[in-house]
């Protein structure tokens, strides 16, 4: 049975860092394309980084230099180094599995919470 399990959150004062992980199981893992996602209360989930099966990675616009996704094939884990926090990088962060064919899984997600 798959599970996308995310962890790493918490509260952090801005200008500091977190690292976020997703660990899979019950996939194949190494020809998904994972991607981090992120929702703040009363707003739209947004996409934040994307890595593809080979390791070519993308970022939206407002974390470009900042966040740094990678995966590790062998852990069944993709990774969302966040530096630089800013409050409004403050949502619930969730984990995306997608495959060639069309299927798509998603984590439950783990609170991120950039305050002073």
């Known amino acids: 049975q798959l599970q996308l399990v995310e962890s790493g959150g918490g509260l952090v004062q801005p200008g500091g860092s977190l690292r976020l992980s997703c660990a899979a199981s019950g996939i194949a893992f190494s020809i998904y394309t994972m991607g981090w996602y992120r929702q703040a209360p009363g707003k739209q989930r947004e996409w934040v980084a994307s890595?593809?099966?080979?390791?070519?990675?993308n970022y939206a616009d407002s974390v470009k230099g900042r966040f740094t996704i990678s995966r590790d094939n062998g852990k069944n884990t993709v990774y969302l180094q966040m530096d630089s926090l800013k409050p409004e990088d403050t949502a619930v962060y969730y984990c995306?599995?997608?495959?060639?064919?069309?299927?798509?899984?998603w984590g439950q997600g783990t609170q991120v919470t950039v305050s002073s």
């Open positions: 995306k599995a997608n495959n060639p064919y069309g299927r798509l899984y």
């Open positions: 890595i593809t099966s080979g390791g070519s990675t």
